[in-house]
């Protein structure tokens, strides 16, 4: 198996285990937080310490995963069709990028990784997940 083969394999599990976590964790937040609810109907079912404490259990899948990303831009690593392969379209290259839009791109995805960061550890990120999920709970009708 080639290097590029097992990379792409490698990030394609980090990828559906850190979907899988996410899930696992907003189902766990939900139920425990309806379940305090019943007691105390004045609370909210969401608090951002239940928020922070799962997002603190998977963060380093996710930063796993960014690791694998920005070093599959580096090295270059691209997912080639197999050309055995009849029933894959031919691929269709209207414009190749040049070499420095490859790395204008890297330096985007570190700019965009490194401000995500930045409002994590300046508690935005919680205040927009917690905004975010009550605002969605809200439409729904579950809060």
């Known amino acids: 198996m080639k290097r590029s083969r097992v ?6 599990v980090v990828c559906i285990a850190l979907v899988a976590l996410i899930s696992v964790s907003a189902i766990e937040i939900y139920r425990e937080g309806a379940a305090r609810k019943a007691k105390h109907p004045t609370e909210s079912i969401y608090t951002p310490e239940a928020v922070a404490e799962k997002i603190s259990s998977i963060a380093p899948l996710f930063f796993a995963g960014v690791g694998l ?7 270059g690593v691209k997912d080639e069709a197999d050309p055995g392969n009849v029933a894959a379209p031919p691929a ?7 070499k420095r839009t490859g790395i204008v791109r ?4 570190i700019l965009a990784v490194v401000l995500i960061i930045a409002g ?12 975010a999920i009550t605002i ?3 439409c729904v009708g579950l809060g």
């Open 106 to 109: 890297a330096m985007m995805t």
């Open 69 to 75: 990303l920005i070093a599959g831009v580096i090295l």
């Open 92 to 98: 269709v290259h209207l414009h190749t990028p040049s």
């Open 136 to 138: 969605c709970t809200e």
């Open 7 to 12: 990379y792409l394999v490698l990030q394609a």
């Open 120 to 131: 994590v550890f300046n508690g935005s990120a919680l205040d927009v997940l917690y905004k």
